[in-house]
Nanobody
Framework: QVQLVESGGGLVQAGGSLRLSCAAS????????MGWYRQPPGKQRELVAL???????NYVDSVKGRFTISRDNAKDTVYLQMNSLKPEDTAVYYC?????????WGQGTQVTVSS
């Protein structure tokens, strides 16, 4: 089992920044992907950003150039630096980890961007 603890959500004005963190603990054997999904109000969950095999990154088009995902391998922690936030970024953000056994999800952290 992998446990995930998220932090860093909150309320910010449009144009502002937030940094999300997600620390993994427990069985961290062969984690091959870490990242973030989000679920806006009334919509489906979507991929925001993903680090695969410690170095390859993927972003949804709507956040490219504004969000940066990074990983501290020594701490098994993944970060999402969110700049130039827009009201449409408002969502519950979920940390995601995949290892050789399963997928794991954080409890979610609310990000609200006011206009």
């Amino acid at each position: 089992q992998v446990q995930l603890v998220e932090s860093g959500g909150g309320l910010v004005q449009a144009g502002g920044s937030l940094r999300l963190s997600c620390a993994a603990s427990g069985s961290r054997l062969s984690i091959n992907a870490m990242g973030w999904y989000r679920q806006p109000p009334g919509k489906q969950r979507e991929l925001v950003a993903l680090i695969i095999n410690r170095s390859n990154t993927n972003y949804v088009d709507s956040v490219k150039g504004r969000f940066t995902i990074s990983r501290d391998n020594a701490k098994d922690t993944v970060y999402l630096q969110m700049n130039s936030l827009k009201p449409e970024d408002t969502a519950v953000y979920y940390c995601y980890v995949r290892n050789v056994r399963s997928d794991y999800w954080g409890q979610g952290t609310q990000v609200t961007v006011s206009s």
